[in-house]
Every structure is written in structure tokens, then in C-alpha cells.
């Protein structure tokens, strides 16, 4: 019952906020023709709307309209079937047969799980205080809803690519339905001025014209293709057609080449004045899950009132699939896309946990309703977060989809699924979630309650083995990030939140110098290889470039990050440093040290030292603050494959 308790807080929020900051949302605008018809407005999440202090008295409702698409199973449960479990780099596509099934595995035989006991009823809003007679309605702003604290991590697995492989890798006797996603190529639509594209089609061909793989783009322009899981092995080179409205354009990838293909069209993006956003809640309504429900509720309200209040006023719907098992008394309950957050909110007061018996749920029904029986719009940014604490049943044979197909078919059509572990999943639970948010270009977010590092889950704990590169914040902040990291694709000013992870020394006296740049140095290496866009194979061969510095006077310093990062290299098993004196060999072809920050420049020296990649640092100081600025990049096509900053305050200049 604990595992569940951390997913109640996320559907009250959503909803309430609905509630108080409800007004009439047209229909979503046509999309216009040319390169991009959809999205559009000030997209930019640093502009986020004042939490007003007055809340609006809340209008008499109508009743509950009726919930449809409701999937019952009055049969009992199927037994597991045999078989062995399958590996992570099955290269096999025949043997990925939606039938076939996974054994009954330790983690089907956990404790059964009891219903929670319903919770009192809670109001959805209430009228706003003070002595002072009330201003009349109309010019009174709502108040934004406060969520409960449930404090989530977050962690992306296509940012963090190389280390995902790693983690599959590793927990290969996990993974149900595999994809081998050990090749990746990353396409991306833009327009005559470099704006990220939405909804274009993407078709990726062989050269002998047959059909490979075909997806269309999400809001940041960007889907992604697997070679080693869709394409035959001979095939290298790839033709790349691209679709944005009434415009068509051409390019190619190449199997070996670089991991980002770029397809720019000739048009300006276009975007109707509200962009259309589809927000669904998948979510698990078995017995444990009761108090992680009703913290849901207030979470789903506070994240409806920040998205409705942003600059940009995006056009929300949400839908809902509430899912439990197989002999409860419904599988699936659906409640199509809407905008009249009053409505919805009543439907999720609704909800109450009951059911479940076993620790696996029927999580793949939910998603197969999730994308047939939700109607999603082509012109909108599509998102769903699926939340529960238990994995999949995998061993139901007769499954629509399983859950392979449905991240698949996700991809095809640009919905994101973000996967919520809350308290309670196990590590099985967690390589599923991460298989697909990953497959999807979404995040994992777990529930977390203690400090940074690994966790194999349980009370008030997600499982989630992704070191310490993530934050903390509470759900509905979490949840709202994503969305609008989304939104600003779409803006003038794209927003991504998570492209470096900083490290900084902390204290006022500073310590020797070795106890800040060694692990600083250390950490920064690691989030090279991790970050890494591309797969590295052990002990890749690396050139560490001499560390440039923006002033004369801290060479000396530059020269020490070179010899740690150096040692950091050698002491990693993912690179074999290559011993060659880069800084001769530059002189050789008369180049100074700041030209070696160049990739143009660089990437010449890569080559003739034998190295695979390299690593290129430069070390900045703004008033008296050092950081330290490196770039993994992959010599044979130049192109950064992973970045990473880490500030290292007065403390890193001094000290011996």
C-alpha cells in the first residue's frame, strides 16, 4: 500500500486547478499551409504568471457528465505463461511477437495489495477572504492553487543516452519486450530560421525505396529511428523526406554518420495564436493507490492553473484512463479529451482505488485505450503521463498491444508518454518505465524521498538508478516543467532546462585546490560519457586537448584541468587516452592553444593522433568565478556529441 501512496497527491492538483481558472476555450484553430501549421504564441517558460491571492467563489455545477469507453473483464486472471525471458540486444524482430510470453518472474509473486480505505470528500474550491465587502466578480483573479508536497525526481534518458544503454544492458533479464535501441539517429525539421517544426511527417527509406520507418516530429522538432531495431543490417545509407504543410523536402542519414540529421524548409513556421496542448493522465486505481489519487486531484489542479495562466494561453485538454486489472470490477475507464476542467475535475473526485490482488496491473490495456480511444489532435502537442507503482502485466498473451508496440505506435504519431514510478516500484518497474519514456523522447519521474543516488524502491521510494544527475521538486512543479519545456519549442526563445548539470564547490574558505578540481574534473568526464549521443564502447580511444584559458595568467590552472582530466580519462573504463603531446603537435600545424577549442581546428589533430573522440575544455573566469566549459566530440564527422559545465567558484583558482 506505501509503493502507491506518493500518486494520489498528482490527481487532485490537476483537476482543481481546472476548476479555478475555468473559462471558455474555443475550438482549436485550422492549421495554416506551408512549413508548420500548428502551435503558436509567447512561448517562453522564464514568464510565468503571478499566483493571485483571491480566490473566485465557485459557480453551481451540472452534473457529472457520464464516463464512456468503460473495458470490463468479469474473467479471472490468467495464469502466466512460460518462457524465457528475452535479452535486451535481441536483434531478432521475428522473435518480438506480441503473443509471445514472458515467465512468471519473482516480482508477479509479491505481497498482494489491499485496498486503501476511501478518503473524506474535499472541496473543490472556496471563496475568497477578508473583511472588506468582495469585488465584483469579474475583476477578481483566481488563486492558484497550492499542491501537496511529493517531491520527484526527473532524468532523460535520450540526454543521457550511452548510460541508458548501459542500464539496459545491465538489467537485461528485466526487460519483457525489447527493442534494440543500440543505434540511434535523431532527425530534426526546421524552418528557414532555425524554428523547431511540429507534426511534420518524417520517412526514412532505404536506398532501394522500400519503406523503413515513418513518424511525425515532435514540438521540438525532433523524432528519432533505430536502425539496428527497424532497418536490415546491409542497409548504411538512408534517404530522409520530410513533410511541413504544403512543403516537401529531401535529405539523407547515414547509418555511421552523425547521430542529428537536419531537414530545413524554405517556409516560416507557422503557428495558429493558441497552441493546442493534450494532456492525459494514465493511471493506475488499484487498491494501494487511494491516498496517491487524492494527492493527485490537488496536483492536476495547481498544474491546470499554471499551464491556463501562461503568457502564450495554450488551448488545454485533458483525458483520462483509469485502469486497473483483469477480474476487478472494470479494466479500463476512459474519459475522452475536454476543456470544461469543471467536468473533468468532477470525474476524477470520482475516482476511488479498489482491486488489484496481485502486484502486476494491467498497464498495457491502459495504453492501448490511451491511443484508441483518446482522439488526440494532429495540430497539438501531445503528452500523457502514465502513473502507478507496479509494472505491467506482460503475460496476458491475448493483449491487444503489449507495451512494445504501444511505444512504438506512440512514436509513429509524436505522443510523449512520461512515465511517474511512484513510491513502491521496484527495479522491474523501473526498466519498463525507462524503456518507454525513453522510446518516446520523454522523461522518467520517480518518487523520491531521499537523497541523491540510486534506489531500489520501496516506501515512499521509486526505484531509479540514475546517479545523481537529477533534482528534486514537487510533482505538479515537475509535471509542469515538461509541459512547458514543450511549449517553448514553439517560441521565440526555446527553453531547454537540462542541458548541463552543474557542480559547484560550496563553503567559504577554500579548500586545496585537489579536493575541488579532482572530483569536479571527475564528475565532469562522467557526464561526457553519459550524456554521450552516441553508444561508446569500452576503452574508445580519446585525445584530451589542452584546456584553453579566457586569461593568460590562469594557465598555470588550465594546465592542471588538463592533467586531471587526463587521469580522470585514463582511469575510465569507457576511453583508452591516446599518449600523443597535442600541444607539439598543434604547433606542428601552427595552431594555438585558443584554436583548439574550434571544432574545425580540432578535429584534424583527432585524426592524425588515432583518437575515435576528444575532449575539448576551455576554462572562463567572470569576476573571480571560474567554471569550466567541456565538449565531447566525435572526430570522424566533428559533431559534439555530449556537453558539460561546471562552475567551480573563486575556490577552483586557489588553493594548492
Given at each position: 500500500?506505501?509503493?502507491?501512496?506518493?500518486?494520489?497527491?498528482?490527481?487532485?492538483?490537476?483537476?482543481?486547478?481546472?476548476?479555478?481558472?475555468?473559462?471558455?476555450?474555443?475550438?482549436?484553430?485550422?492549421?495554416?499551409?506551408?512549413?508548420?501549421?500548428?502551435?503558436?504564441?509567447?512561448?517562453?517558460?522564464?514568464?510565468?504568471?503571478?499566483?493571485?491571492?483571491?480566490?473566485?467563489?465557485?459557480?453551481?455545477?451540472?452534473?457529472?457528465?457520464?464516463?464512456?469507453?468503460?473495458?470490463?473483464?468479469?474473467?479471472?486472471?490468467?495464469?502466466?505463461?512460460?518462457?524465457?525471458?528475452?535479452?535486451?540486444?535481441?536483434?531478432?524482430?521475428?522473435?518480438?511477437?506480441?503473443?509471445?510470453?514472458?515467465?512468471?518472474?519473482?516480482?508477479?509473486?509479491?505481497?498482494?495489495?489491499?485496498?486503501?480505505?476511501?478518503?473524506?470528500?474535499?472541496?473543490?474550491?472556496?471563496?475568497?477572504?477578508?473583511?472588506?465587502?468582495?469585488?465584483?466578480?469579474?475583476?477578481?483573479?483566481?488563486?492558484?492553487?497550492?499542491?501537496?508536497?511529493?517531491?520527484?525526481?526527473?532524468?532523460?534518458?535520450?540526454?543521457?543516452?550511452?548510460?541508458?544503454?548501459?542500464?539496459?544492458?545491465?538489467?537485461?533479464?528485466?526487460?519483457?519486450?525489447?527493442?534494440?535501441?543500440?543505434?540511434?539517429?535523431?532527425?530534426?525539421?526546421?524552418?528557414?530560421?532555425?524554428?523547431?517544426?511540429?507534426?511534420?511527417?518524417?520517412?526514412?527509406?532505404?536506398?532501394?525505396?522500400?519503406?523503413?520507418?515513418?513518424?511525425?516530429?515532435?514540438?521540438?522538432?525532433?523524432?528519432?529511428?533505430?536502425?539496428?531495431?527497424?532497418?536490415?543490417?546491409?542497409?548504411?545509407?538512408?534517404?530522409?523526406?520530410?513533410?511541413?504543410?504544403?512543403?516537401?523536402?529531401?535529405?539523407?542519414?547515414?547509418?555511421?554518420?552523425?547521430?542529428?540529421?537536419?531537414?530545413?524548409?524554405?517556409?516560416?513556421?507557422?503557428?495558429?495564436?493558441r497552441t493546442p496542448v493534450d494532456v492525459a493522465i494514465v493511471i493506475d486505481t488499484t487498491g494501494s493507490m487511494q491516498s496517491q489519487i487524492d494527492r493527485l486531484k490537488k496536483t492536476l489542479r495547481a498544474i491546470h492553473f499554471q499551464l491556463t495562466e501562461l503568457p502564450s494561453k495554450p488551448d488545454v485538454r485533458f483525458g483520462l484512463v483509469a485502469y486497473r486489472d483483469r477480474g476487478d470490477d472494470y479494466v479500463t475507464r476512459v474519459t475522452p479529451f475536454t476543456s470544461d476542467v469543471g467536468s473533468f475535475q468532477r470525474v476524477l473526485d470520482g475516482l476511488q482505488a479498489d482491486g488489484g490482488g496481485d502486484t502486476p496491473e494491467d498497464m498495457q490495456a491502459a495504453l492501448e485505450q490511451g491511443l484508441t480511444a483518446l482522439t488526440?489532435?494532429?495540430?497539438?502537442?501531445?503528452?500523457?503521463?502514465?502513473?502507478?507503482?507496479?509494472?505491467?502485466?506482460?503475460?496476458?498473451?491475448?493483449?491487444?498491444?503489449?507495451?512494445?508496440?504501444?511505444?512504438?505506435?506512440?512514436?509513429?504519431?509524436?505522443?510523449?508518454?512520461?512515465?511517474?514510478?511512484?513510491?513502491?516500484?521496484?527495479?522491474?518497474?523501473?526498466?519498463?518505465?525507462?524503456?518507454?519514456?525513453?522510446?518516446?523522447?520523454?522523461?522518467?519521474?520517480?518518487?523520491?524521498?531521499?537523497?541523491?543516488?540510486?534506489?531500489?524502491?520501496?516506501?515512499?521510494?521509486?526505484?531509479?538508478?540514475?546517479?545523481?544527475?537529477?533534482?528534486?521538486?514537487?510533482?505538479?512543479?515537475?509535471?509542469?516543467?515538461?509541459?512547458?519545456?514543450?511549449?517553448?519549442?514553439?517560441?521565440?526563445?526555446?527553453?531547454?532546462?537540462?542541458?548541463?548539470?552543474?557542480?559547484?564547490?560550496?563553503?567559504?574558505?577554500?579548500?586545496?585546490?585537489?579536493?575541488?578540481?579532482?572530483?569536479?574534473?571527475?564528475?565532469?568526464?562522467?557526464?561526457?560519457?553519459?550524456?554521450?549521443?552516441?553508444?561508446?564502447?569500452?576503452?574508445?580511444?580519446?585525445?584530451?586537448?589542452?584546456?584553453?584559458?579566457?586569461?593568460?595568467?590562469?594557465?598555470?590552472?588550465?594546465?592542471?584541468?588538463?592533467?586531471?582530466?587526463?587521469?580522470?580519462?585514463?582511469?575510465?573504463?569507457?576511453?583508452?587516452?591516446?599518449?600523443?603531446?597535442?600541444?607539439?603537435?598543434?604547433?606542428?600545424?601552427?595552431?594555438?592553444?585558443?584554436?583548439?577549442?574550434?571544432?574545425?581546428?580540432?578535429?584534424?589533430?583527432?585524426?592524425?593522433?588515432?583518437?575515435?573522440?576528444?575532449?575539448?575544455?576551455?576554462?572562463?573566469?567572470?569576476?573571480?568565478?571560474?567554471?569550466?566549459?567541456?565538449?565531447?566530440?566525435?572526430?570522424?564527422?566533428?559533431?559534439?556529441?555530449?556537453?558539460?559545465?561546471?562552475?567551480?567558484?573563486?575556490?577552483?583558482?586557489?588553493?594548492?
Amino acid at each position: 500500500m506505501l509503493r502507491r501512496a506518493a500518486l494520489s497527491l498528482l490527481v487532485p492538483v490537476l483537476v482543481a486547478g481546472c476548476s479555478a481558472a475555468s473559462r471558455g476555450t474555443p475550438a482549436s484553430t485550422a492549421p495554416t499551409a506551408g512549413a508548420d501549421a500548428r502551435g503558436g504564441g509567447d512561448r517562453s517558460p522564464s514568464k510565468e504568471a503571478a499566483a493571485p491571492s483571491v480566490s473566485v467563489p465557485k459557480p453551481a455545477e451540472a452534473p457529472p457528465p457520464p464516463v464512456t469507453a468503460v473495458r470490463d473483464d468479469a474473467s479471472p486472471r490468467a495464469s502466466a505463461a512460460g518462457g524465457s525471458a528475452k535479452s535486451v540486444g535481441d536483434a531478432d524482430r521475428a522473435a518480438e511477437v506480441a503473443s509471445s510470453a514472458p515467465p512468471p518472474s519473482e516480482r508477479y509473486k509479491r505481497e498482494a495489495k489491499a485496498p486503501a480505505a476511501a478518503p473524506a470528500a474535499e472541496p473543490v474550491g472556496r471563496p475568497g477572504a477578508g473583511s472588506a465587502a468582495p469585488a465584483p466578480v469579474a475583476s477578481v483573479a483566481p488563486r492558484m492553487p497550492e499542491a501537496p508536497a511529493m517531491k520527484a525526481g526527473r532524468h532523460d534518458d535520450n540526454k543521457e543516452y550511452n548510460r541508458f544503454i548501459a542500464f539496459l544492458g545491465e538489467n537485461r533479464s528485466l526487460v519483457a519486450f525489447p527493442v534494440d535501441v543500440s543505434e540511434r539517429l535523431v532527425l530534426r525539421a526546421l524552418d528557414r530560421d532555425g524554428k523547431s517544426l511540429p507534426n511534420c511527417a518524417m520517412l526514412v527509406d532505404g536506398l532501394d525505396g522500400k519503406r523503413i520507418f515513418e513518424s511525425v516530429t515532435y514540438a521540438d522538432g525532433r523524432t528519432q529511428f533505430f536502425p539496428a531495431a527497424d532497418a536490415r543490417p546491409t542497409d548504411k545509407d538512408f534517404a530522409v523526406t520530410a513533410r511541413c504543410g504544403a512543403e516537401t523536402r529531401r535529405g539523407q542519414a547515414q547509418r555511421l554518420g552523425r547521430r542529428e540529421v537536419e531537414v530545413r524548409f524554405t517556409s516560416a513556421r507557422a503557428l495558429p495564436p493558441r497552441t493546442p496542448v493534450d494532456v492525459a493522465i494514465v493511471i493506475d486505481t488499484t487498491g494501494s493507490m487511494q491516498s496517491q489519487i487524492d494527492r493527485l486531484k490537488k496536483t492536476l489542479r495547481a498544474i491546470h492553473f499554471q499551464l491556463t495562466e501562461l503568457p502564450s494561453k495554450p488551448d488545454v485538454r485533458f483525458g483520462l484512463v483509469a485502469y486497473r486489472d483483469r477480474g476487478d470490477d472494470y479494466v479500463t475507464r476512459v474519459t475522452p479529451f475536454t476543456s470544461d476542467v469543471g467536468s473533468f475535475q468532477r470525474v476524477l473526485d470520482g475516482l476511488q482505488a479498489d482491486g488489484g490482488g496481485d502486484t502486476p496491473e494491467d498497464m498495457q490495456a491502459a495504453l492501448e485505450q490511451g491511443l484508441t480511444a483518446l482522439t488526440w489532435r494532429p495540430d497539438a502537442v501531445r503528452i500523457g503521463f502514465v502513473i502507478s507503482d507496479a509494472i505491467p502485466h506482460t503475460d496476458y498473451a491475448d493483449e491487444k498491444v503489449n507495451y512494445r508496440e504501444a511505444m512504438r505506435q506512440s512514436l509513429r504519431r509524436g505522443i510523449k508518454w512520461v512515465m511517474v514510478g511512484a513510491g513502491g516500484l521496484g527495479r522491474d518497474g523501473e526498466v519498463i518505465y525507462r524503456q518507454i519514456a525513453q522510446h518516446t523522447m520523454a522523461e522518467y519521474v520517480f518518487i523520491t524521498d531521499s537523497g541523491p543516488g540510486d534506489h531500489d524502491g520501496g516506501a515512499g521510494e521509486a526505484s531509479h538508478h540514475v546517479g545523481t544527475n537529477y533534482k528534486t521538486e514537487n510533482l505538479d512543479q515537475a509535471i509542469v516543467r515538461i509541459v512547458r519545456r514543450e511549449l517553448s519549442y514553439l517560441g521565440d526563445s526555446p527553453k531547454d532546462f537540462d542541458d548541463t548539470i552543474v557542480v559547484r564547490a560550496e563553503g567559504t574558505t577554500p579548500p586545496p585546490r585537489d579536493e575541488v578540481l579532482g572530483p569536479a574534473v571527475e564528475e565532469v568526464l562522467r557526464q561526457l560519457a553519459d550524456y554521450s549521443s552516441l553508444r561508446l564502447a569500452d576503452h574508445t580511444p580519446i585525445a584530451v586537448v589542452p584546456v584553453g584559458a579566457s586569461e593568460a595568467r590562469h594557465k598555470e590552472v588550465a594546465g592542471y584541468l588538463t592533467e586531471r582530466i587526463t587521469l580522470a580519462a585514463s582511469r575510465s573504463p569507457s576511453f583508452r587516452v591516446v599518449e600523443r603531446d597535442l600541444v607539439a603537435l598543434a604547433q606542428e600545424q601552427k595552431l594555438q592553444l585558443s584554436d583548439l577549442f574550434d571544432v574545425t581546428e580540432t578535429v584534424p589533430i583527432g585524426k592524425l593522433v588515432g583518437a575515435e573522440v576528444l575532449v575539448v575544455a576551455r576554462l572562463t573566469v567572470v569576476g573571480g568565478e571560474a567554471a569550466l566549459f567541456a565538449k565531447l566530440i566525435r572526430v570522424e564527422t566533428g559533431e559534439v556529441l555530449s556537453v558539460s559545465r561546471v562552475d567551480l567558484g573563486k575556490s577552483g583558482l586557489g588553493g594548492t
